[in-house]
């Protein structure tokens, strides 16, 4: 885990292991927010049911009747449900990583801990439990009562215990050290091809990164001198002060060091390992530009998408540097951040076939340099969001400004993505429980609900998570309530306003690209 004592040993093997390969390697040290668990026990009865604490629970000893209120998501299962001073039990969300949610509807209530069981029998699941209400990158709200995890079976043993009205005991004894220290080791040409993955993991943690840091090292044996490896800490947690953005920390800690000191222009694209195990390989790609080129040179035999928040390439291209993670997320899910989480579930030959993409990218980068990457396309993808609106004469001079831009290369292409890309949640955290997408140029989003609106269809709220900026917008329903027709005429009117707005901004920045 983040900070512990087992990671810096991790950290020291892989040292290890890059060293093998013929490489010098070094270290960057941050400050992090390390959590363990030290003990927990679970009854019913007088039989003890086997439970892992959730991250970041504190210690408690509870012991009262359990409720149960299905996914804890919606207000309906809560009716009839008393949860003052009771253990709420709860099953697992099919969106895994929501489970933070289901943990503060059942505090709101008035729970005195929280029992969450897997979707899937014989496994017990982590994932990280807050009280903050945003994904802010500052410190947010620690969790005030005990939260566990248990298996779907034994999930049911204690529904049954639920509809009895019987009570159960639980206790957790948890540590946290605020000011731990957490390392990220590299080694090589970080102007080269550079091959990631994270060491930190939750339980078993194979596909999750084990087998990430191993495929780093064999990179290294392959590429040695001309290509960077870096291996990150505090992926899984470990952000100060209960982050409700807690996850790759490790890797926005380092990519923040390179600012500082100048170099991170100058990175090479960056090629993730994470969650690959599965007999299909999903490419998450940050940039239009950079997604066309590896789309081109990997073809069909693969599926696509932007990068992703929750991968240590999201850290680089928030940063403007194209990035990449070769994962299988749909198919290791079933075993994501569970004990089961072991070799034996792993595809090998969709293993083999992901690595072998991550060696042709870092060769015919090698040999070719950034023509990996389509910058003509990148341009265009913004020109096309633009056209779309010809009648506001803000987009005639965005136009304009977009022709007289030069995108030749990485130097130009670099400061571009870095002001007109950012992570966007569509809709409100507390209601949609979405995956943060990527967007460039992320300013017109909103806008471009006014194609939706005028055609029947809805307009949401935007949030910039992490900055927790809201974008100026409408929403279409609004809390689920459908507006009347003629409220839909100024809706449009007001998303038109909007988008003239996103477009002065985005005017604004292209021309401070200009002048630069």
Known sequence: MAGSREE???????????????????????ECMSWSEEHVSLHVGGESIPAVALPYTPSGHVEAR???????????????????????????????????????????????????FDPYPGRRRRMVMTLSTDYRFGGGTPPYVPALSVSFDDGMRLLAAARAGRGVELAVESRVEHGARSRVVHAGDLEGPVFTAHMDKWLTGFTDNALGVALVAEAARVFGE???????????????????????????????????????????PVINFDVLGG?????????PGFRRGVERLLGPGFTYGWDEAIYDSFSFTMAGVPALTLNSYEYIQPVYHTDLDVAAFVSWSGVEK????????????????????????????????????SWAP?????????????????EEARPFRRVLSSPIYRGRYELTYRDFEYAIPYMLEPALDLESLESGGEAELRIIPGLERILPSVEAPFYGVEPPGNVRGEASASLRHIARSALRELEERLRALSSG
């Open 8 to 30: 810096g040993a991790a950290a020291d093997a892989v040292r290890g292991m890059l060293e093998e390969a013929g490489l010098s390697t070094s270290e960057y040290v941050f």
């Open 226 to 268: 001309e290509a960077g490896y870096v291996v990150f800490g505090s992926e899984e947690s470990g952000a100060p002060g209960y982050s409700p953005w807690y996850w790759i920390w490790g890797s926005r800690s380092f990519t923040r060091s390179l600012e500082e000191r100048g170099l991170i222009g100058s990175v090479g």
């Open 354 to 389: 992901g690595f072998e993409a991550a060696l042709r990218l870092g060769s015919v980068y090698l040999k070719e340099g950034w023509s990996i990457v389509d910058y003509r396309y990148l341009k265009e993808s913004v020109r096309e969001a633009v056209k779309r609106f």
């Open 279 to 287: 007999p299909g390989v999903h490419v998450s790609v940050s940039g």
């Open 394 to 410: 803000e987009a005639r001079r965005v136009l304009e400004l977009l022709d007289s831009l030069s995108l030749r290369g990485e």
């Open 66 to 116: 359990i409720v149960y209120a299905g996914t804890g998501l919606h207000e309906r299962e809560w009716r009839g449900v008393d949860a003052e001073g009771k253990v709420v039990l709860l099953k697992w969300f099919d969106k895994l990583d929501e489970a933070v949610w289901q943990y503060i509807e059942a505090v709101k209530r008035g729970a005195s801990a929280v029992v969450i």
